[in-house]
């Protein structure tokens, strides 16, 4: 079946740090693959979202590149803010099948 | 304008209490969705309905039952709740092609 794998957390940063979260799955045929954050107490917020190989989504200064070979969908942003402290959560949609399987999610923190 | 929006926000209630959590979204979106979300943050799908019919249904005690009067609505009911059933249920919904947008989560506390 379906499944993402994502970096535990938590990640502390400084403000103004690079942040990179990892992400790999595995599923059969050719998945979307998404970012979603859940800031505290909030729901899920679509991030940015990829739905074919090389196929870099990007928003908020976030991005993240479709990887076949890999089979990852790393998350980056080169300069974080206090902001963005949130959980983040990998995601991916398989062929056919429209519900997302989740990462375990990956709190960030960052401080000032 | 919410675009999903769950009811109760809070539930707090005793064991072996029957309860019901409702959804709603004016997206226009064929397919709805529940999700559990448990104390560690762990996301996992639990029913999916396309067009008022259930088309995804994960591995749920028979305790929880979905139900669909429309594609705009779908509601949750579960009977004699247990310590375990304790997490946020979260609604979504999605369009062909699109993406699923979420609710702000129901917090269901068993006391």
């Known amino acids: 079946g379906n499944s993402v794998t994502q970096m535990e957390g938590p990640v502390t940063l400084s403000e103004e740090a690079f942040l990179t979260i990892n992400c790999t799955y595995t599923?059969?045929?050719?998945?979307?693959l998404f970012w979603y954050v859940q800031y505290p107490g909030e729901g899920l917020q679509l991030l940015l979202k990829?739905?074919?190989?090389?196929d870099k989504g990007s928003n908020k200064g976030f991005e993240a590149t479709y990887r076949k070979e890999t089979t990852s969908f790393h998350l980056e942003k080169g300069s974080v803010q206090v902001s963005d402290s949130a959980v983040y959560f990998c995601?991916?949609?398989?062929?056919?099948?429209?519900?997302?399987?989740f990462g375990s999610g990956t709190r960030l923190q960052v401080q000032p | 304008d919410t675009a999903v929006s769950q009811t109760p926000k809070y539930l707090v209630t005793q064991m072996g209490n029957d309860k019901s959590i409702k959804c709603e979204q004016n997206?226009?979106?064929?397919?709805m969705y529940w999700y559990k979300q448990d104390s560690k943050k762990f996301l996992k799908i639990m029913f999916s309905?396309?067009?008022?019919?259930?088309?995804i249904n994960e591995t749920v005690p028979n305790r929880f039952s979905p139900k669909s009067p429309d594609k705009a609505h779908l509601n949750l009911h579960i009977n004699s709740l247990e310590l375990g059933d304790s997490a946020v249920y979260f609604c979504?919904?999605?369009?062909?092609?699109?993406?699923?947008?979420f609710g702000d989560g129901t917090r269901l506390s068993i006391l």
């Open positions: 599923a059969t045929g050719y998945p979307s």
């Open positions: 309905y396309n067009n008022k019919e259930l088309i």
């Open positions: 995601a991916l949609s398989g062929t056919g099948r429209r519900a997302l399987t």
């Open positions: 997206l226009g979106h064929d397919t």
């Open positions: 979504a919904s999605s369009g062909e092609g699109q993406p699923q947008h």
């Open positions: 990829a739905t074919k190989a090389d």
